[in-house]
């Protein structure tokens, strides 16, 4: 990219120093990404940034560079926070780490109204960090008993009878226990991600990426205490390639929501404004 007054070499070179200082850091995210499931989308993210950067280059590509002494600070918070994971702060901050430093080079070469063009793109990078332990290891248990209460009132309602003890259900004599990998973050990080970028490209309203954010909380509950359910009423479906398949027909039906509550929301929207 050519930012005007700036040579391409120098902003080549700022993007060489910044994947050098962070190697270990953009490894650690990339073996993440490649080793647990919950963050395989972690690899699409990059790939949605570059896209999303190139689709606006209209926006940034007429505009001033009016670089700012501020980037210079946010570049320190940055390596501080790498430094901080170097000495065993964990991935999670050297990831946010890089994530300062992408603001502050951008600063430093651009400016503000640079960091405003590319406000999105940032934002997108959230969904590439990985798990924070401490938060994840606190949600797993809450989410997996959530899970097995839903598919249990579900199995109830359908007309099944439904034994619950913890996270266990016991469904006609089968037993299905709902273990932390069926907690549902594995459909809530790549669903939230998605809704936010079909917002962004079918809707001109930016509210609406939040919207659908804020959906997809509950809607990834509801699907992942679905397939709990599934699996308890079908025991084939419990484990092996028919898991995988029944998994994946439920993020469509996930995708499908997130296109019913856009509907909603234009709806409601239109309504106030009529």
Request: glycine share 8%.
């Amino acid at each position: 990219m050519i930012i005007e007054n700036k040579p391409r070499v120098l902003v080549m070179l700022t993007a060489i120093a910044l994947m050098v200082c962070f190697a270990s850091t953009l490894r650690g995210m990339a073996n993440q990404w490649w080793n647990d499931e919950d963050m395989g989308h972690g690899f699409l993210v990059p790939v949605a940034i570059a896209w999303v950067v190139w689709r606006e280059r209209e926006r940034w590509r007429g505009l001033r560079a009016e670089p700012s002494g501020i980037g210079f600070i946010i570049l320190g918070a940055g390596a501080a926070m790498q430094l901080a994971s170097a000495l065993g702060a964990g991935l999670f901050a050297g990831s946010v780490g890089f994530v300062l430093s992408l603001a502050g080079v951008i600063l430093c070469l651009g400016g503000f109204a640079w960091l405003r063009v590319w406000a999105f793109p940032l934002l997108l990078t959230l969904f590439m960090l990985p798990k924070l332990a401490i938060v994840y290891n606190q949600a797993t248990l809450p989410l997996q008993l959530l899970a097995t209460r839903m598919a249990g009132g579900m199995l109830s309602l359908a007309g099944f009878t439904v034994v619950r003890e913890g996270n266990i259900l016991d469904v006609s004599g089968h037993r299905v226990a709902v273990v932390e990998a069926c907690n549902g973050i594995r459909y809530l990080l790549p669903l939230a991600f998605i809704a936010v970028l079909f917002a962004y490209l079918s809707d001109s309203k930016r509210w609406m990426r939040a919207a659908l954010l804020a959906a997809a909380i509950p809607i990834a509950i509801m699907a992942n205490s679905l397939r709990v359910a599934a699996a308890a009423c079908v025991p084939a479906l419990a484990e092996g390639t028919a898991h995988a398949v029944s998994g994946f027909l439920i993020f469509a039906l996930c995708l499908l929501a997130l296109m019913v509550f856009r509907h909603m929301f234009n709806s409601v929207y239109t309504h106030l404004h009529a």
